[in-house]
C-alpha cells in the first residue's frame, strides 16, 4: 500500500486549486471564510457550477454522470475544496440518495431521480431518525400502510436537516410489524408538497434552524416510490450510511478551522501580547495540529485501501471520532481566542446584511457559531458512543 501522492495525483492537485481559484464565486467564499449564513440560493449557485464542470456527483461512476474519480482523487478535491471555503455540497440528493437508486432502484427510478438530482432540480431531506429511534433506527415506528396503488404514511421524522428548503424526503418507514424490526422496513420517496406533511423547525443552541421535525398525517404516496423490495428497506438504510461514513474524518474543513485559528492567533493586537507568545495557548494549538497530522496519515492509510478496492471498515468509526474530537477542539480553541466576547453571542450579526458593528473582533460571533453548531459532530452519522462500540466489537473483538 502506497500512502504517497503518485505525479498523477498532485497534477489533479494543481488543477482542482486553478479551477476552484477560477471559478468559486467570491462572495460565497468570503461568506464561508468569515461564518457568515449562506442562503438556499449560495447553494444552489454552487451545485450548478459544479454540475456545468461534471465535478459534482463526486461519488457516482461515470455512467451515472459522476467524475469517475477514485478515492484518493475524492479526498484530494473534498479537502482543496474546504481550503478554499466552498461551501459543503449537500449530501442527501448526491451522496446518500444517488447511490441507493443507482444500487437498488428500478430503471424507471434511475432515469426519473438521478438527472433531476444532478441539475438540482430537487432538493432531498433524510427522514431516518424519530424521537424514539436514532442510534437504535430499527425501531422506526411511521408507519406505511398500502391501499390499492398508493401508500398511506403516518407518523413523524425529527432532526431532518434543511427539511425547511427541501421539496422531496427519503424516508425509512414501517410496513410490517411481524419478524424482527428490521425485517418490516420499507425505504419510501415522498414529495414534501403532498396535503398531510408538515414541517416544523428545532432552534438549536447557536440560534439556527438547520434542522426540523417532519410531520406525516395520511399522507398518500404512489407505490412507484417504493425503493427496493417492500420490507426489505433496511438493506437500502444500511448502504446508505456506507455512504454518509465517507470523508467522515473532515480533515479538509480541520484544516481550514485551523487556519483560522492560527491567523487569530498570530495577529497583532495594539497594546497586547499576540496569543502565540502565550506558551500554554501556542502549546494547545501545537498538540491539535500534531493529533490533526497524525489523522491525516490515517485517512490516507485508509483512503488508500478504498482506492485498492477495500471498503473501510471500522477504521470509518476511528475516523469519525478522531475527526470530531479535533475540529470540537479547535472549536473551543477558537472559542476561548475570543475571550469575553464569546459571551454576549447575537446570531444576527452572521448576516451577510448586518451593517452594525460588531462585538469585539468580526471573528468572534463566527467562532461562537461554529463552538456550538459543531457540538452536532459528536452526535449525528452515528454518535460517538456508537462509534466506540463498532471499535470495540470489530477492532477489539470485545
Ligand atoms: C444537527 C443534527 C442533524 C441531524 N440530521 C439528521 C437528518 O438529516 N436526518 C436524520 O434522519 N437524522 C438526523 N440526525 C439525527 C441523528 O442521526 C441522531 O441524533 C443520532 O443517531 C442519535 O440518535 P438520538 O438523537 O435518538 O439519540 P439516542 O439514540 O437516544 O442516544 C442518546 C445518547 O445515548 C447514547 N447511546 C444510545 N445508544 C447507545 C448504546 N447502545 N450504547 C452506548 N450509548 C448509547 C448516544 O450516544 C447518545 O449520547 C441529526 C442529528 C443532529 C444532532
Request: hydrophobic content about 40%; glycine content about 10%.
Given at each position: 500500500m502506497d500512502i504517497n501522492y503518485s505525479a498523477g495525483q498532485m497534477a489533479f492537485r494543481d488543477e482542482v486549486k486553478s479551477f476552484l481559484a477560477e471559478n468559486l464565486p467570491e462572495p460565497i467564499s468570503r461568506k464561508v471564510a468569515t461564518g457568515k449564513r449562506l442562503t438556499k440560493q449560495d447553494h444552489e449557485q454552487w451545485h450548478a457550477i459544479l454540475f456545468r464542470r461534471g465535478?459534482?456527483?463526486?461519488?457516482?461512476p461515470r455512467d451515472f454522470g459522476?467524475?469517475?474519480?477514485n478515492a484518493i482523487e475524492r479526498n484530494i478535491f473534498e479537502e482543496e475544496a474546504a481550503l478554499a471555503h466552498?461551501?459543503?455540497?449537500?449530501?442527501?440528493?448526491?451522496?446518500?440518495l444517488g447511490p441507493v437508486l443507482q444500487r437498488f432502484g428500478t430503471p424507471q427510478q434511475k432515469d426519473h431521480w438521478l438527472p433531476r438530482i444532478l441539475r438540482g432540480d430537487d432538493w432531498w431531506c433524510q427522514g431516518y431518525s424519530e424521537p424514539g429511534a436514532g442510534?437504535?433506527?430499527?425501531?422506526?415506528?411511521t408507519s406505511a400502510v398500502r391501499v390499492g396503488d398508493h401508500y398511506v404514511v403516518s407518523g413523524q421524522k425529527t432532526w431532518t436537516t434543511l427539511a425547511q428548503h427541501a421539496n422531496m424526503i427519503f424516508c425509512l418507514v414501517?410496513?410490517?410489524?411481524?419478524?424482527?424490526?428490521?425485517?418490516?422496513i420499507s425505504f419510501l420517496l415522498i414529495?414534501?408538497?403532498?396535503?398531510g406533511v408538515t414541517v416544523r423547525p428545532i432552534v438549536l443552541i447557536d440560534g439556527e434552524a438547520e434542522v426540523n421535525e417532519v410531520f406525516f398525517d395520511n399522507v398518500r404516496i404512489p407505490v412507484?416510490?417504493?425503493?427496493?423490495e417492500e420490507n426489505g428497506g433496511w438493506t437500502c438504510a444500511k448502504y446508505l450510511l456506507t455512504h454518509e461514513r465517507?470523508?467522515?474524518?473532515g480533515l479538509g474543513l480541520a484544516r481550514a478551522a485551523l487556519q483560522n485559528l492560527k491567523r487569530i492567533a498570530y495577529a497583532e493586537t495594539s497594546g497586547e501580547t499576540r496569543l502565540i507568545d502565550n506558551p500554554l495557548f501556542a502549546s494547545r494549538i501545537a498538540s491539535v495540529e500534531i493529533d490533526l497530522m497524525a489523522m491525516a496519515t490515517t485517512n490516507l492509510r485508509v483512503v488508500a485501501q478504498a482506492a485498492a478496492g477495500q471498503a473501510p471498515g471500522p477504521e470509518s468509526s476511528m475516523l469519525k471520532i478522531k475527526g470530531t474530537v479535533i475540529r470540537q477542539e479547535i472549536d473551543k480553541l477558537t472559542r476561548q481566542a475570543v475571550g469575553p466576547y464569546a459571551?454576549?453571542?447575537?446570531?444576527?450579526?452572521?448576516?451577510?446584511?448586518e451593517q452594525a458593528d460588531p462585538?469585539?473582533?468580526?471573528?468572534a460571533m463566527p467562532a461562537v457559531q461554529k463552538y456550538f453548531n459543531n457540538r452536532k459532530l459528536s452526535i449525528y452519522g452515528g454518535s460517538s458512543e456508537i462509534q466506540r462500540q463498532i471499535i470495540a466489537k470489530a477492532i477489539l473483538e470485545l
Open positions: 465535478w459534482l456527483a463526486v461519488n457516482w459522476g467524475p469517475g474519480w466552498a461551501p459543503r455540497i449537500i449530501p442527501f440528493g448526491l451522496a446518500m442510534s437504535d433506527l430499527a425501531s422506526v415506528t414501517r410496513t410490517s410489524r411481524e419478524g424482527k424490526p428490521q425485517q418490516g414529495d414534501m408538497k403532498s396535503p412507484e416510490n417504493l425503493v427496493g465517507t470523508n467522515i474524518a459571551a454576549p453571542f447575537l446570531p444576527e450579526f452572521l448576516e451577510e446584511s462585538i469585539g473582533p468580526p471573528h
